[in-house]
Nanobody, 124 residues
Framework: QVQLVESGGGLVQAGGSLRLSCLAS??????????MGWFRQAPGKEREFVAA??????FYSDSAKGRFAISKDNAKNTVYLQMNSLRPEDTAVYYC?????????????????WGQGTQVTVSS
């Protein structure tokens, strides 16, 4: 079992920045082997892919590309999502997800482990 705890959400004005963190834990966890993803879900919408990291490769949604950056610190069992140039449409609950192996890192249903989410609100 893997437990994920997100932090770093909050209220920010449009154009501002936030950094989300996700701490992973688990008795048999080898964090470096896990694919880590960030997803978000706005009210009334489906959960959508934002970014993922597999080894050193990073993946982004079109909306996140150029504004967000995902990174991973294996020594701290933590994955980060640096979000810059935030827009009101980025408002959502952001979830961290993990899986030991995935053919498609953008696929929501493929991830085995999820955090509880952290709210990000961007005001105009």
């Amino acid at each position: 079992q893997v437990q994920l705890v997100e932090s770093g959400g909050g209220l920010v004005q449009a154009g501002g920045s936030l950094r989300l963190s996700c701490l992973a834990s688990g008795r048999t966890l080898t964090f470096s082997n896990y694919i880590m993803g960030w997803f978000r879900q706005a009210p009334g919408k489906e959960r959508e892919f934002v970014a993922a990291i597999r080894w050193s490769a990073t993946f982004y949604s079109d909306s996140a590309k150029g504004r967000f950056a995902i990174s991973k610190d294996n020594a701290k069992n933590t994955v980060y999502l640096q979000m810059n140039s935030l827009r009101p449409e980025d408002t959502a609950v952001y979830y961290c997800a993990a899986d030991p192996s995935l053919p498609n890192v953008r696929f929501v249903a493929a991830y085995d482990y999820w955090g509880q989410g952290t709210q990000v609100t961007v005001s105009s």
